[in-house]
């Protein structure tokens, strides 16, 4: 009887599937369905969380676009080789649970049948709002709906469908255990339905309450009501004046998730990503998509240098099939219109400072413990800003300290992960207002909708090459805590709204430290930042098309020789092919000459492109490091050279969150020297020492170019030790007069040395110095004065024996400068 009916079915199958085919418009996840790694050789048993005709037609047509084997519907006949089949997930003694039980009762049998269990989401729209009106019960996609209701669903939202492909199933796992057919079904079924549920959490997210009911939960929370109650007798006013203070703020904070909104933002986002960049490459999927499949909340924190990461991290997460983020934006793109559409999309606003107003910090912490409680992801910027130099800067933990308290206060038992994100462009859009406001010709100010229309028009003329997203590896919250802070459940249950605990302060920074190095960890090298790397190290900025080619060859095998971390990505080193790729986005000028053209750039342009530079400098840190010990040597021995690096690596580590510690540095610099010799820029001698290729050889050219890489910031590391070392025999000094001493230093020192680099004298990297050279104890800091260890002038010699002896002259002659000791605040030495 069930035969025949299926026979029926089939025939009047292509009523529906054609009419379907032709509404309906799929989005499949992944994207690249080798993520599966689908064996085409054995048996496919495609799984459904329901049975439904659409979710099969559905099926069907994804796998004849995409060259899967087609679904067929099961009856009673189990999958083969060139036949695979589509069941539901079984309720009570359905169909699906005999044919089921069937597949298993032949594995049972027949030790040689296996088979590929795909468990399959459909999912018809992807709105989470919770279901509380007429229209979203009744169209609104629902794991159980009617059949009258799902045809309505399919009607609705049937071009914005989405069908994803779960990893096979563990399914010989599970028949290999000594049980009958019925318990092994039951066992399978289990499995699936925890597979389906996690999906579903990871696709669309919690349901989300209407904002109205979200921003009155916000005002009756315990700790806003104290605050208002603490507020209204510090200020004497009524109660009700407070509270409605308190509602306005909810109001400003608060997203409005909206699906219209959405869908227009993808469409314009899609127009957009093609209009103005040459692709998006995204790495690292798959283990994204198991932390967000196994975890109940996921907290992206990317780095941060471009507007544009607002919109393109979300945008890949949606199209991955992934649950949007809420995302922290600073309260400055509130601005009509793009801040109500932001908001719609999944932004909540937060203001640069909390410090006075006890009121918003009670609204904007309740907000924040109420995502982490919902298990909403949240997406937010470590760096609490755009980058103006390409650099990671130095973490602000205040928002970050919010939410891991929260989220180990509200969620000890459920687990949390920190996803570092890398985002990089061949050509940050924003980049020349950047180094107009590091030069300080160019103030920084608030966004306005005049900004918008006016920046727009330059946007759409050009192109900015390609995007790289990575997703680094996930940092396990729970996991976290319990090595850097094994009592913080009890630490946790006492801690109150306005403490901060050192303990807590320590923690947070540990755990900021561990994300800008993940991010760092999971780079992407790109032939723009590569072919930068080599122009901006050459003398005036030129070098002969011959010499970049071998140059960027031997780089691209060094990274891969030296990798910086597994998860870095580096081309293939083909310098022909990187080169042509480099070409447009540089605007590289070519001088003709009769022995081959000359490569190089303007100057104005130059200067953009040491943003790009700094992107992926970090990459080469330890084999540019090495590089520079044979910049004025022949050889040096190896074990007094290792020696001296650990010495000089903590200052590097700090500036570039470096992922060794000071304790595994030796060992990395090892495997750098041999990655040297593996590529032919190093050599070993029989006594013990390491020597550069011959001079005026291709490979001393291109160890030069890799020297180069780090110059600049070992020239800041000397000025700094030297400057204390020139302090020494007082043994103190003030650290703010000494910090604007080094960057008048440096700024004096790029005009005498031709340097158009404004970011070679950002006062945040001087900062960043000491407070390193507090940590390794060459400093000891009391109040705002330092004093200097005897060691310093050990550093300081270490550091001035790898610079030329044109940069040493330099800087001697401009420590002993006496008006560097009486310049004033934003003085310039003349």
């Known amino acids: 009887m069930i035969r025949v009916l299926l026979r029926l079915l089939l025939v009047f199958m292509p009523l529906v599937r054609w009419p379907l085919r032709a509404w309906i418009r799929t989005r499949v996840t992944p994207t690249d369905l080798d993520e599966l790694g689908l064996d085409l050789d054995k048996p496919v048993c495609y799984v459904l969380p329901v049975a439904s005709i659409f979710d099969w037609l559905a099926l069907e047509a994804v796998c004849a676009a995409r060259g899967l084997p087609r679904p067929h519907l099961a009856g009673n006949r189990p999958p083969t080789v060139k036949r695979a089949v589509v069941l539901a997930v079984p309720i009570g003694r359905s169909r699906h649970r005999s044919e089921l039980q069937r597949i298993v009762t032949r594995t049972l049998h027949d030790h040689t049948f296996d088979v590929q269990m795909v468990p399959v989401s459909v999912f018809w729209g992807r709105n989470p709002v919770q279901e509380t009106s007429i229209t979203r019960i009744l169209f609104a996609d629902s794991e159980r709906s009617s059949r009258l209701r799902k045809v309505l669903i399919v009607l609705v939202n049937g071009r914005n469908t989405l069908v994803h492909f779960g990893r096979p199933v563990d399914y010989r796992g599970v028949v290999a255990q000594n049980a009958t057919p019925g318990v092994l079904v039951r ?60 509602r306005e703020y909810a109001d400003e904070i608060a997203a409005d998730h909206s699906n219209i909104a ?35 909340e996921i907290i992206y924190l990317p780095s941060h240098r471009s507007h544009m990461d607002y919109l393109l991290l979300s945008y890949i997460l949606y199209e991955e099939g992934l649950a949007l983020p809420q995302i922290a934006a600073g309260v400055n793109l509130n601005f009509w219109p793009v801040g109500g559409l932001l908001r719609r999309c999944g932004a909540f606003y937060l203001r640069r400072s909390f410090k006075g107003d006890r009121l918003y910090t009670a609204v904007f912490r309740a907000y924040v413990e109420t995502l982490v409680a919902r298990g909403q992801p949240m997406k937010f910027y470590p760096e609490g800003g755009r980058s103006r130099t390409g650099r990671l ?33 061949d050509r940050v859009m924003e ?27 330059k946007v759409l003329s050009r192109k900015y090459g390609r995007v790289f997203v990575s997703f680094g590896e996930p940092i396990e919250l729970q996991t976290f805590a319990d090595t850097h802070l094994p009592d913080w459940r009890d630490r946790m249950s006492e ?28 780079a992407t090298l790109n032939a723009t930042g590569l072919a930068s790397l080599v122009l901006l190290g050459a003398p005036q900025k030129s070098v002969a098309e011959d010499e970049m080619v071998h140059t960027l060859a031997t780089l691209a095998r060094v990274a891969h020789a030296c990798p910086y971390s597994p998860d870095a990505s580096a081309p293939e080193p083909d310098g022909t092919a990187l080169l042509a790729e480099a070409e447009p986005t540089m605007r590289l000028i070519r001088a003709p000459h009769a022995w081959g053209d000359i490569l190089t750039v303007d100057s104005r342009q130059a200067v953009l492109l040491t943003y790009t530079r700094n992107n992926v400098m970090h990459l080469f840190a330890l084999p540019s490091l090495i590089a520079n010990f044979f910049a004025h040597f022949e050889q040096r021995n190896e074990k007094a050279l290792l020696g001296d690096a650990v010495e000089l690596y903590p200052l590097l ?20 020297v041999n990655g040297l010799i593996e590529c032919g820029l190093l ?18 050219a291109a160890l030069m170019s890799l020297a180069r890489i780090m110059r600049e910031s070992l020239e800041r590391y000397a000025m700094t030790a030297t400057l204390l070392s020139h302090n020494r025999e007082s043994g103190v000094v003030e650290r703010g007069r000494f910090e604007r001493q080094c960057q008048l230093m440096a700024e004096r020192m790029a005009l005498l040395t031709g340097r158009n680099s404004p970011e070679f004298f950002d006062a945040r990297l001087f900062r960043n110095h000491v407070e390193t050279l507090v940590r390794v104890g060459l400093l000891r800091r009391e109040g705002n004065k330092l004093h200097i260890d005897d060691g310093l002038r050990h550093l300081a010699d270490h550091a001035l024996r790898l610079l030329g002896s044109d940069i040493r002259q330099t800087i001697a002659h401009l420590t002993s400068m006496p008006r560097l000791d009486d310049a004033e605040p934003g003085e310039t030495l003349g």
């Open 683 to 700: 050599s070993r001698t029989d006594k013990g020492a390491l020597r550069r290729p011959q001079a005026g050889s291709q490979e001393f």
């Open 431 to 457: 980049v020349k207002g950047y180094f107009d406001e590091l030069r300080g010709t160019r103030v920084k100010k608030g966004e306005t909708m005049g900004d918008l229309v006016r920046g727009s028009t």
């Open 653 to 672: 580590a700090s500036e570039l969150f470096l992922r060794w510690s000071i304790e595994d540095c030796r060992e990395a610099l090892v495997d750098s």
């Open 495 to 522: 801690l109150s709204l306005d403490a901060r605990p050192k303990w807590l302060q320590t923690f947070t920074d540990d755990l900021a430290t561990s994300v800008m190095r993940g991010i760092n960890a999971t």
């Open 393 to 425: 800067l130095a973490p602000k933990t205040g928002m970050l300290q919010m939410t891991i308290a929260s989220a180990l206060a509200t969620s000890q038992d459920a687990p949390v992960s920190i996803v570092p994100v890398y985002i990089g462009y």
């Open 262 to 296: 959405i869908g227009f933002m993808l469409r314009v986002l899609t127009w957009l990503w093609n209009r103005i960049y040459d692709g998006i490459d995204v790495r690292h999927l798959p283990r994204l998509r198991e932390a967000a499949h196994d975890n109940r």
């Open 187 to 246: 066992k399978l079924v289990r499995v699936l339905r925890v597979h389906f549920r996690r999906q579903r959490a990871a696709t669309l997210g919690p349901g989300v309450s209407r904002r109205s009911q979200l921003i009155d939960t916000l005002v009756s929370d315990p700790e806003v009501i104290r605050a208002i109650s603490e507020g209204a007798r510090r200020e004497n006013k009524n109660v009700a004046v407070l509270r409605t203070r308190a």
